[in-house]
């Protein structure tokens, strides 16, 4: 079991300014790539989140009115799901400002399992997953984005920086397995950046973030391809309250 506790703070920039920022944080050695970006190139992510119809159209979920405590389950897998990936199953939660993660290592058929039957191996995080899977009840949305990162080089610091690209969603094809094909959450030319650590900002990532003037932003990728789903087709809410009365 992985846990991580920290702070995130987001950013939208443009592809110039991600260019020049990268090179920046480079040049100051205290970052380097993960280890899924070490050829220079980007790696797909994909997340399908789970909710229930009280949730996924509340104030909460479309931000309506402002939420102290958020808890999302979700299946994440690098890229569509196969047999030879890790699948991690997830449960985020955001309280004042911090988001706290805990996430387990599956194999591909563990995650199967679990999306179609409920099942889980019997141990304290499994019980979690499952426990938050009967209150959000069905997957509901399709995230898919493309990601490069970097992390501190110091082993004493937990500075995690993402740069997202072509993040798109889908709320009719929810097959893990699948690429995920939707419009871009973002403008053309735009790339979502965030900063993660519970440690605070060091003095060169501060500097980086007033010389490029940098705006601390809001943009949660589960609202916003919710809330671009429902203004699209009344079909999607449908669907889950559908769902919903279903395993009532």
């Known amino acids: 079991m992985q846990v991580f506790n920290r702070y995130e703070v987001k950013y939208i920039i443009t592809q110039a300014e991600y260019e ?3 090179q920046a944080l480079l040049a100051t ?3 380097r790539l993960d280890r899924y970006n070490q050829t220079g190139e980007s790696y797909p992510i994909q997340s399908l ?10 104030q909460q979920a479309l931000r309506l009115e402002p939420s102290e405590f958020k808890q999302r389950l979700r299946v994440r897998s690098y890229g569509p799901a196969t047999t030879t990936k890790p699948v991690f199953l997830e449960i985020k939660k955001k309280f004042l400002k911090k988001t706290y993660k805990r996430r387990i290592t599956v194999d591909y058929e563990t995650a199967n399992r679990f999306l179609i039957a409920g099942e889980l191996p019997d141990n304290q995080i499994g019980r979690e997953v499952l426990a938050l899977a ?6 509901v949305i399709k995230v898919a984005y493309e990601r490069v990162a970097l ?3 110091s082993g004493d610091s937990d500075l995690r920086i993402s740069f997202d690209t072509d993040i798109r969603t889908s709320t009719l094809d929810l097959n893990i397995s699948n690429q995920t094909i939707g ?4 403008p053309a030319g735009m790339v979502l950046m965030e900063i993660k650590t519970e440690l605070g900002m060091p003095t060169f990532l501060r500097r980086i ?3 490029y003037q940098l705006r601390p932003t809001s ?3 589960f609202e916003r391809g919710l809330k671009r789903s429902f203004q699209e087709s009344n079909d999607t809410y449908t669907d889950i309250l559908q769902k919903e009365i279903a395993h009532a």
Request: charged content about 25%.
């Open 29 to 31: 050695e205290d970052m």
């Open 219 to 221: 943009f949660s990728k």
């Open 134 to 139: 009967r209150k959000q009840l069905q997957p």
């Open 20 to 22: 020049a920022i990268l």
């Open 209 to 211: 973030v007033a010389d």
């Open 49 to 58: 989140y789970y909710a229930s119809v009280t949730d996924a159209v509340s």
């Open 151 to 153: 992390h501190a080089t």
């Open 183 to 186: 419009e871009n959450l973002l």
